[in-house]
């Protein structure tokens, strides 16, 4: 402290700093040879309590090792309590006796926990705002779960919850009774926050805060007024991760939607913390009211935060709806596109590892994943089809515009057909590729349906038919609509497919020569060893899952009715349905591809044996132009299998094949049956 730079004073040795050359030639000398252990125990033993608090961490050190056997522990925690008894308010403040009584609690019994919260609880409320002391409450909370143990906590708690709750610390404390505690104790706490002077004025606490306002009519403005100043508390200390904080706002924002200057302003209070409200559902349902009534400059703001965390937040069971909503109401387009739907965009699969750097499951495109996801596919369905019933009965009231306010400009279905025409490659692509597993799937296969109404791709139909018969989806070529704008790409590409061109020329030319060597060697082993049997490995048996064929998968038949059902209407009125993104030229019918595929590969013996495919079947006669089915059908090969069907599915097939069946025929195949019999 006595050293000053520009002073030309030497001193003694010592000091810590010493001027040797009385100029910028500064040297520090080391302190005296001290101790530094010395010094700290000095230091320490100045305080209160030193040699308690030294002899409680003995025995702690002493208790928590795991050499130490149940005996020694259960007859060494009612020492360390004994010592702490009288002194535990004060010792739960340290940050090492702290964790001794956390100790206890954890792992001590029903009556020296009865001690510790007996000692607690005069002081619980002003414990549970310091950063030490809190842990130890909610060890308490957690671990005494005897009603009239809560109840006495609660007691303790009680006309101190809002400063409580109100507190960084504190908040902690609140989160854990109102998620633990039962209705009875946590109706009177929760009541607290909707003002002492409001709630003094009824006969019993209130459940929420409608219900407040509707029993005092007088006082609305006033208690409006009082939770705006506590919603403003819960904002500036930062508490908008809690659960009980967004269940208070959420009611508050429930009774303001009405009032337009009151929602501006909280908004404007909440908008910069938009990320933090999708920590809980209800802070989600309160992200949507807020996405759609802010300002356009506020949705900026909104998606900027949301850059980076897109995918992540999509697939979450919680904040998925924010986005969907955000996207929903959004003008601008191709900020959309570029911050966060171009996260979809990508078709490489994504490999996932484990701690130890195992591969987790089968490595698959971000859309696919989006697709298969029960929450993260909805997204794809609102874009697809706007309309469409996708959502749950309390998600449905979020989505519903107020006919009093105009939210936006644009028609909603232009604004996805924009999006739509975005992603309209990846999605045929991943939709072609990966067709055989989102059909199993109960959430892609609703993709897969919408996207055949939305955009009715032949490649799609033709291996939606290949799939149902058992062959393999033929995989289309990936091509951005994005790249092909751009010349430089466009000649990019064609080196690129040069120089895979001469790569698989090498490859064959290479394939082929160790083809014939691989021939000459045989034929000389053979010719040497024509009798030679040699031992095969014994190959260990694996468990393998049954899986049912696709015509018999029950999210296959869903899907399968779905589209022949959408087939039949396209005939009926065809007037009805957006073909402004269908491929160029006549129409592909489903009904025909997959007739003519049944009928070349001999796939229809197979299917008449099963329940659901013949229901599919029955569906697929009453399109028109499946006329190649039944005249397969009415062979007597196939009358008679399903005449002795044990199904329905058969049984009502073979009614539907008479009933479509000319008359002449009908009676000649009968014919046939009663002389066969």
């Known amino acids: 402290n006595n050293y000053k730079p520009n002073s030309n004073n030497t001193y003694d040795n010592k000091s810590k700093i010493i001027n040797e050359d009385k100029g910028d030639n500064i040297k520090k000398r080391p302190i005296d040879s001290i101790d530094k252990n010395e010094l700290k125990k000095k230091r320490k033993s100045k305080k209160s309590n030193y040699t308690l608090v030294e002899d409680l961490k003995s025995l702690w050190n002493k208790v928590r090792n795991k050499k130490t056997t149940v005996s020694e522990r259960e007859s060494t925690i009612p020492q360390i309590l004994s010592k702490l008894k009288g002194n535990l308010a004060t010792l739960s403040l340290r940050h090492d006796v702290a964790r001794v009584i956390q100790y206890i609690i954890q792992y001590g019994n029903d009556s020296q926990r009865k001690v510790i919260l007996s000692e607690l609880l005069p002081k619980f409320s002003e414990i549970a705002k310091t950063p030490y002391g809190h842990f130890s409450c909610i060890k ?53 926050f909707y003002g002492h002077k409001f709630t003094v004025l009824l006969p019993e606490a209130c459940n929420n805060l409608h219900n407040l306002m509707t029993a005092l009519p007088n006082k609305e403005s006033a208690i409006l007024d009082h939770m705006r100043d506590l919603t403003q508390r819960f904002v500036e200390k930062g508490l908008l991760v809690f659960k009980y904080v967004h269940s208070l706002i959420w009611e508050y924002l429930c009774e303001i939607t009405n009032k337009p200057k009151k929602l501006n302003d909280f908004i404007e209070m909440t908008i910069e913390n938009f990320t933090k409200l999708l920590s809980t559902k209800i802070g989600s349902k309160v992200a949507c009211v807020v996405t759609t009534y802010c300002q356009p400059k506020d949705r900026k703001k909104i998606i900027k935060s949301l850059k980076g965390s897109f995918t992540e937040t999509l697939l979450s069971t919680i904040s998925y709806l924010p986005i969907i909503r955000l996207i929903d109401v959004t003008d601008d387009t191709v900020n959309i596109q570029k911050t966060l739907l171009s996260s979809l965009r990508s078709v490489t699969p994504i490999i996932k590892y484990s701690a130890t750097g195992e591969v987790i499951g089968v490595p698959e495109p971000i859309l696919t994943t989006v697709s298969k996801h029960k929450y993260g596919s909805k997204l794809l369905l609102r874009l697809l089809d706007p309309n469409a019933n996708i959502f749950e009965p309390d998600e449905v009231k979020l989505f519903a515009n107020p006919p009093d306010i105009k939210i936006y400009k644009k028609d909603p279905l ?17 939709s072609n590729k990966y067709l055989l597993e989102l059909i199993r799937c109960p959430q892609g296969n609703r993709v897969i349906e919408y996207l055949v109404k939305r955009f009715y791709s032949r490649d799609l139909i033709a291996n939606i038919a290949r799939v149902f018969v058992g062959l393999e989806p033929i995989e289309p070529e990936y091509v951005d609509n994005e790249q092909l704008d751009d010349p430089d790409v466009e000649n990019e590409v064609e080196v690129d497919e040069q120089e895979n061109d001469d790569n698989d020329i090498r490859d064959d030319d290479i394939q082929n020569e160790t083809n014939n060597t691989v021939d000459e060697t045989n034929n000389t082993i053979n010719y040497w060893d024509e009798d030679v049997n040699e031992e095969e490995p014994a190959v260990e048996e694996e468990e393998v899952t049954v899986i049912l064929p696709i015509h018999e998968d029950m999210n296959a038949h869903r899907l399968l009715k779905a589209l022949l059902k959408f087939e039949l209407t396209l005939t009926t009125s065809p007037d009805d349905f957006d073909r402004s993104l269908w491929d160029d030229g006549p129409v592909t019918s489903l009904a025909t591809v997959l007739s003519n595929q049944l009928t070349t590969n001999d796939n229809l013996t197979l299917w008449i044996s099963s329940n659901r495919a013949c229901l599919i079947l029955c569906d697929l006669i009453k399109v028109s132009s499946a006329a190649a089915i039944i005249s397969n059908l009415s062979d007597d090969k196939h009358l008679s299998i399903l005449k002795s069907s044990e199904h329905k599915g058969g049984q009502l097939l073979y009614e539907t094949i008479l009933a479509h069946k000319p008359k002449s025929k009908i009676t000649n195949s009968a014919k046939k049956v009663k002389k066969s019999k």
């Open 140 to 192: 308490l909370i957690n671990y005494c779960n005897d009603f009239i143990e809560q109840s006495k906590v609660c007691h303790s708690v009680k006309s101190h919850l809002v400063s409580i709750g109100t507190n960084v610390i504190g908040a902690r404390i609140v989160e854990l009774l109102l998620a633990n505690y039962p209705n009875k104790l946590k109706k009177s706490l929760k009541s607290e």
């Open 414 to 430: 232009a604004r996805s057909k924009e999006h739509l025409i975005y992603l309209k490659s990846p999605l045929l692509y991943i």
